[in-house]
């Protein structure tokens, strides 16, 4: 339960008040890197004695002040594109310290994920890069969207002493360019079944469908298909995809889950 994000202002240590606006390039299938730091104007909240630091120009750190032994802590920005919209994945770099436990939630355009956080082994050390990929896609346009960083009840755990957590980089992939016709194919019945997929799947559409192409999670062009009874992707990895469903009226993402 997010019980000390929501208390009271007079519990929490901002260090900005003003959202971080970040206007992405848009270039479909081309990852654009983002170091946290750069997010000029970030906001960062934390309750008691802990506080956002950027000491690092590679991140930003949320650690224990007074021998503090729970962090609680989030960041906000905003994404948008200088013109147009797009379909997007997003994954998240960040280190937490090896001996620690807690929780990592993001929440973007107001839908929650949530991470579950295992000590690795008792020590003060930093772990290894550790990712996540947000499951859904998102859709950036000209009006910005909220990211929400929150590191939630972090505990020292086994760590003898420390309690720190960092927050690196941000990896935006647009996956599809939308134009103003795709919400009239949105308002259609495009779907994909079965899905999750074990070998193919199949698209059911009420309007012709021009191609169909299939990305990794990273933004990497995969597969193209013309329209087709089934999509064979029997070739492919246990994981996610995005495919990108093409029709007279505009262009429609799709994830895919491959099990």
Do not use: H
């Amino acid at each position: 339960m997010k019980k000390t994000l929501l208390l009271t202002a007079a519990l929490f240590v901002a260090t900005c008040t003003a959202f971080a606006q970040y206007t992405i390039n848009g270039t479909i299938g081309a990852t654009e890197t983002i170091a946290v730091p750069d997010l000029t104007g970030i906001t960062t909240t934390s309750t008691g004695s802990t506080n956002w630091t950027t000491g690092n120009p590679s991140f930003y750190q949320l650690r224990d002040l007074d021998n503090a032994t729970t962090l609680n802590g989030f960041m906000e920005y905003q994404l948008q594109t200088s013109s147009g919209s797009v379909e997007a994945t997003i994954k998240f770099d960040y280190k937490i310290a090896k001996g620690n436990s807690g929780k990592l939630n993001i929440t973007i355009d107001g839908v929650t994920e949530t991470v579950t956080l295992t000590a690795i082994e008792a020590s003060n050390a930093f772990s290894a890069f550790l990712e996540y990929t947000f499951s859904q896609t998102v859709t950036i346009s000209t009006t910005p969207i909220t990211v929400k960083f929150e590191f939630e009840n972090i505990i020292q755990d086994q760590a003898p002493d420390r309690t720190a957590v960092r927050a690196y980089t941000v990896y935006v992939t647009p996956t599809a360019t939308l134009s103003t016709n795709n919400i009239d194919v949105q308002a259609t019945n495009i779907t994909a079944y079965p899905n999750p997929v074990t070998n193919s799947f199949q698209i059911n559409s009420n309007k012709n469908i021009e191609s169909v192409k299939l990305y990794n999670i990273t933004g990497r062009l995969l597969k193209t298909f013309n329209e087709e009874a089934s999509y064979d992707i029997s070739d492919l990895a246990t994981g996610v995809y995005v495919a990108n469903v093409k029709t007279a009226s505009g262009s429609k993402a799709i994830r895919i889950v491959k099990k």
